[in-house]
């Protein structure tokens, strides 16, 4: 999986554009959609009252050890994630987990 085919550095940290998939029986990535660019999350979390996206939300920071959030597609499957930081530090920190 290339994590820089579904990332982008922007200013102050990386977006990593991701597929959230919620209510999965497990929480982790789940390779890549390559037709889309997109890292495929699982989170074991409800899409309801932003319970997945909080999970999303904490997957990242605990694998980064940043600060991040979710800036595009609150209420959708397909989601950007704002990881804040050095961004090549960050990059491949993703790398060597995912």
Known sequence: MNVRDASRPVQGGVE???????????????????????ITVRVRSPPADGKANREIEEFFRNMTGCRCGI???????RKTVMIQGDADAIL???EDSL
């Open 16 to 38: 990593i554009d991701i597929s959230a998939l919620p209510n999965s029986d497990r929480q982790g990535t789940d390779g890549m959609n390559e037709w889309r660019k997109r």
């Open 92 to 94: 491949r920190t993703l």
């Open 71 to 77: 800036v595009n597609g609150h209420s959708v499957r």
